[in-house]
T-cell receptor, first 112, second 114 residues
Framework: GEDVEQSLFLSVREGDSSVINCTYT??????LYWYKQEPGAGLQLLTY?????DMKQDQRLTVLLNKKDKHLSLRIADTQTGDSAIYFC????????????FGQGTELSVKP | GAVVSQHPSWVICKSGTSVKIECRSL??????MFWYRQFPKQSLMLMAT?????????EQGVEKDKFLINHASLTLSTLTVTSAHPEDSSFYIC??????????FGPGTRLTVL
């Protein structure tokens, strides 16, 4: 089946940029998503990108997509302690009815 | 973004009882809702996909008679865990999708079966 991979941990200093990476295997991927999960909570949709786009920016968040390498990244500028959470990458493919395939999640730790 | 609610947020029940969890899309019509299960420190495991007015599609290995899903309206889906046992204890999360590609998640329900 299709697979999505993420590194498990990332630690940064407050004020630095964070870059969370994700790779996927689905050649027919149509949309790719980034979600944030804080302890004991559900998932918050941060942003998503259509597979024919290379980049999407939304305030402090920049998503880069390299479709050839099936690589997705999320850059958080000026990372704050409130950004500490688990970040999930997910993708859905053509004709999947919206079913998401999730990565394992990257735990971002922001140190003051 | 759109809002999805879940009720209850947590529930403790005795082994052998049934528990119903509600998932509501508050400000949009959800043509499709999804139910996930999440174990501590792990990713989400999709249990089933439900489309309004039709039977849910269960993922491999998920017992449809144990996890009953009803999606009777465009704003409400329910998951009933029947004859719950301690191994059913988990964090259950729903998500909802309308006509756009965005998929919004509920806050989750923590189920503890004693």
């Amino acid at each position: 089946g299709e697979d999505v991979e993420q590194s498990l941990f990332l630690s940064v200093r407050e004020g630095d940029s964070s870059v969370i990476n994700c790779t996927y295997t689905d050649s027919s991927s149509t949309y790719l998503y980034w979600y944030k999960q804080e302890p004991g909570a559900g998932l918050q949709l941060l942003t998503y990108i259509f597979s024919n786009m290379d980049m999407k920016q939304d305030q402090r968040l920049t998503v880069l997509l390299n479709k050839k390498d099936k690589h997705l990244s999320l850059r958080i500028a000026d990372t704050q302690t409130g950004d500490s959470a688990i970040y999930f990458c997910a993708e859905t493919g053509y004709n999947q009815g919206g079913k998401l395939i999730f990565g394992q999640g990257t735990e971002l730790s922001v140190k003051p | 973004g759109a809002v999805v609610s879940q009720h209850p947020s947590w529930v403790i029940c005795k082994s052998g009882t049934s528990v119903k969890i509600e998932c509501r899309s508050l400000d949009f019509q959800a043509t499709t809702m999804f139910w996930y299960r999440q174990f501590p420190k792990q990713s989400l495991m999709l249990m089933a996909t439900s489309n309004e007015g039709s039977k849910a599609t269960y993922e491999q290995g998920v017992e449809k008679d144990k996890f009953l899903i009803n999606h009777a309206s465009l704003t409400l889906s329910t998951l009933t865990v029947t004859s719950a046992h301690p191994e059913d204890s988990s964090f259950y999360i729903c998500s909802a999708r309308g006509l756009s590609p965005e998929q919004f998640f509920g806050p989750g329900t923590r189920l503890t079966v004693l």
